[in-house]
């Protein structure tokens, strides 16, 4: 029995159990999709098989507090995955060992999503390279110790995919691949249930298509097609396209809007079993294929709804998830300046087993929206479209002297809703505030993403401060320039990079600061996942309290990290004590710190601290 047959042994009762409950025990296709799982092992190449074989022996590899992430658009950081290849010394530079790389297969132009409607999922968009550039660069990443994340976009197709080309000309193959009807009947009947993905640009759930004279679920864009998980023709082949992009060497695939795939009538097709049935036969297929892979769920709802994609300790489904809730509720802290609601999210998050990992960040390609927890908010009085306003008032800086400058995407007044875009700096108001503050408070939020278990991410630019760039107003691209979600997305610029060094720039001082944090959490075990993480009483709703414990094996770290995130000095007082046997020092100066004598701290505006005891 060689490895790929003792692994398919290892899954296979689960694996047909799984399969043979949604496809109502299709042999034929079962067995199909055990032989492709047998196609793509024989085409992994050896280095993949080595790494795959390393990765086994240490399931939680990517769980240390070594992992440090950024994202990045290819063509912004460097016009083509050859020029993001020549650019790795920098990305090393940076600290970072997980590069995820934005959707980069091939799309229509002008109808592409930013990437997300893909027309070939074997083939990269051709003004970035070729497959063969992405498995060169993947394979120097590696070289250098940097594992590659990737989008993987299952939900739908472009409607310029072959599979689509050939619905629209009529073959009901290809048809029955996604959800098409010969009148609205059915469709008006799905949207009494469905909620809308974007109201303003992209209003309905379903498309008229003149071609084929029917009517084709779009959930998310009229160009972009729902595929239909309920043909295991659809799932074979999705995962098959899956592993291909593993065998170029992908190490994360990244599910797309992963709580969409199974649409079922009178339901809102959000989070239904059979989702949760789908990812967890993928994780058995990366096991069995190329185990040193890992699913990354993009699922972008509140705890309650993302937690389960984990799947059990038993029968895991996603390695990896998205903390989006964390990231809204930290701008959302930044605007209010009143920690109440962070330290309520963050008691959940506190108190979810150790073995989940997240992914934490603070901005994504996205937006920012205001999924938080209104529940919450009006035990203090907060109205949630009034607040909603002020959110959005405050971060384009319309609100009284906010030094904030974003945009809105998706602006729905009758709703009194709308997302926010821009990148950290601008958000911090680098743009056109106190410099001084604002550079002070970025620098803080990433002293806060980095104390939190779990992976940091951070968006390419943010590490020099960049910000917004208005010039895609200007776009020959219609679509483009009515998007302001790319006003964080500008070019990478490598001469603002080149004052990295220089500590009398705002570019200098924020990529000095963030870097000697991350060698701080890289070489410090208290920032391992495994440590036990708390809320810190500050006596104080301006500032946030976070304690952190390891202590495995002879080395025991306490950590505490105090955020002010008032723009004025906070004292607090905490009944943590500083002052007796431990000897704490503050990680970032590393000189001895002590309260003073009645034990207050007091934090200048927008700073923290980091405090370290060696137990």
């Not at 492709?36 to 085409?43: D, G, N, Q, R, T």
């Not at 779009?218 to 082949?237: E, G, I, S």
């Not at 479209?385 to 009284?400: I, S, T």
């Not at 200007?474 to 001469?495: M, T």
């Amino acid at each position: 029995m060689n490895i790929f047959e003792a692994r398919l042994a290892r899954h296979y009762d689960e694996l047909k159990w799984l399969y043979y409950e949604l496809y109502g025990s299709d042999k034929q296709a079962f067995d199909y999709f055990c032989s492709m799982l047998a196609k793509c092992w024989a085409e992994r190449n050896d280095l993949l098989r080595e790494l795959d074989e390393a990765r086994e022996t240490d399931p939680t590899w990517y769980a240390g507090n070594d992992i440090l992430g950024m994202m990045m658009y290819t063509e912004c950081f460097a016009k083509n995955l050859q020029g993001v290849k020549s650019h790795l010394d920098y990305v090393q530079e940076c600290g970072v060992t997980y590069l995820h790389l934005m959707p980069l297969l091939d799309t229509p132009k002008g109808r592409s999503d930013g990437g997300y409607a893909v027309s070939d999922f074997r083939k990269v968009r051709p003004d970035l390279g070729t497959m063969d550039d992405l498995a060169d660069l993947c394979a120097d990443c590696h070289s250098k110790g940097i594992s590659v994340c990737l989008d993987f976009v299952m939900n739908h197709t472009s409607e310029d995919h072959e599979w689509a080309k050939r619905a629209r000309r009529g073959e009901k193959e290809f048809q029955d691949r996604y959800f098409f009807f010969d009148s609205w009947d059915i469709p008006n009947q799905f949207e009494q249930n469905l909620p809308e993905v974007f109201p303003t640009t992209a209003p309905g759930n379903f498309t008229y298509n003149p071609e084929s004279g029917k009517v084709v679920m779009t959930t998310f864009y009229p160009y972009q097609w729902d595929l239909n998980y309920r043909n295991p023709v659809v799932f074979n082949d999705m995962t098959e396209n899956m592993l291909y992009l593993c065998n170029q060497g992908i190490d994360i695939i990244r599910l797309d809007a992963v709580p969409y795939i199974w649409k079922t009538l009178g339901t809102n097709c959000r989070n239904l079993p059979q989702v949760h049935t789908l990812v967890r036969i993928m994780r058995m297929a990366a096991e069995i294929v190329c185990p040193g892979t890992l699913l990354l769920g993009e699922v972008v709802m509140e705890p309650s709804k993302v937690v389960p994609y984990f799947g059990t300790v038993e029968k895991p489904e996603c390695n990896m998830l998205y903390n989006v809730t964390t990231m809204a509720s930290t701008w959302h802290t930044v605007a209010t300046q009143d920690t109440r609601l962070m330290k309520h999210q963050l008691a959940s998050v506190f108190a979810l087993p150790k073995e989940y990992v997240f992914l934490n960040y603070l901005r994504c390609h996205d937006d920012i929206g205001w999924g938080l927890d209104y529940p919450f908010l009006r035990t203090f009085g907060i109205d949630e479209v009034a607040h909603k306003k002020y959110l959005n008032d405050y971060f384009k800086g319309d609100f009284r002297n906010s030094p904030s400058r974003g945009e809105t995407y998706n602006d729905a007044p009758e709703l009194g809703d709308a997302r926010m875009c821009g990148t950290t700096a601008s958000l911090c108001g680098l743009e056109s505030g106190n410099k001084d503050m604002a550079i002070r408070l970025d620098i803080m939020l990433h002293a806060f993403l980095l104390t939190q278990s779990g992976i940091p991410v951070i968006y390419s630019g943010d590490e020099i401060g960049q910000l917004n760039d208005y010039t895609y107003h200007d776009s020959p691209d219609p679509d483009r320039a009515a998007d302001s979600r790319y006003v964080h997305r500008g070019a990478f610029h490598w001469e603002n990079a080149a004052k990295r060094d220089d500590l009398s720039t705002p570019e200098g001082r924020i990529f000095d600061a963030v870097h000697k944090m991350i060698k701080l959490r890289d070489t410090q075990a208290v920032f391992s996942n495994n440590a036990d993480t708390w809320l810190v009483e500050t006596n104080n709703d301006h500032v946030l309290g976070i304690g952190r414990y390891y202590g495995e094996k002879t080395q025991k770290e306490k950590m505490l990290a105090f955020f002010n995130f008032s723009d004025e000095a906070q004292t607090i007082t905490t009944s943590e004590n500083l002052g007796g046997i431990f000897a704490y020092r503050d990680m970032i100066t590393g000189e001895s710190f002590r309260t003073n004598s009645i034990g207050q701290i007091k934090l200048e505006g927008f700073s923290f601290l980091w405090l370290l005891a060696d137990l």
